[in-house]
Nanobody, 123 residues
Framework: VQLQASGGGLVQTGGSLRLSCAATGLTFSAYNMGWFRQAPGKEREFVSSIGWINLSTHYSDSVEGRFTISRDNARNSVYLQMNSLIPGDTAIYYC?????????????????WGQGTQVTVSS
């Protein structure tokens, strides 16, 4: 299983980025997909998830209303549209895949992790 994240970069405060994650080696349509992030000196934290059955979505409080998660099962890909970025969003962003029910926060325990993509928001 490989989860290949891309789309990170350097952006100014208020800017936007769109992260992508392409999955191979698993039945993508049967997995809930999530995004996590880890800032320097901090623990990895949940950002967002999207379910495989009813496309239910969850967001952390810190990104609710600014970030939008989506998926394209035909392309085996999940996306994270990030708008109104702030320096606090600076982190390495990881995509993840989870079997079973969709969940949020610590309840989203991934079966697979991807490598990260760096997002840096300058003030």
């Amino acid at each position: 299983v490989q989860l290949q994240a891309s789309g990170g970069g350097l952006v100014q405060t208020g800017g936007s980025l769109r992260l992508s994650c392409a999955a191979t080696g698993l039945t993508f349509s049967a997995y809930n997909m999530g995004w996590f992030r880890q800032a320097p000196g901090k623990e990895r934290e949940f950002v967002s998830s999207i379910g495989w059955i009813n496309l239910s979505t969850h967001y952390s409080d810190s990104v609710e209303g600014r970030f939008t998660i989506s998926r394209d099962n035909a392309r085996n890909s999940v996306y994270l549209q990030m708008n109104s970025l702030i320096p606090g969003d600076t982190a390495i962003y990881y995509c993840a895949a989870k079997r079973g029910a969709n969940a949020r926060g610590a309840d989203f325990a991934p079966d697979y992790w991807g490598q990260g993509t760096q997002v840096t928001v300058s003030s």
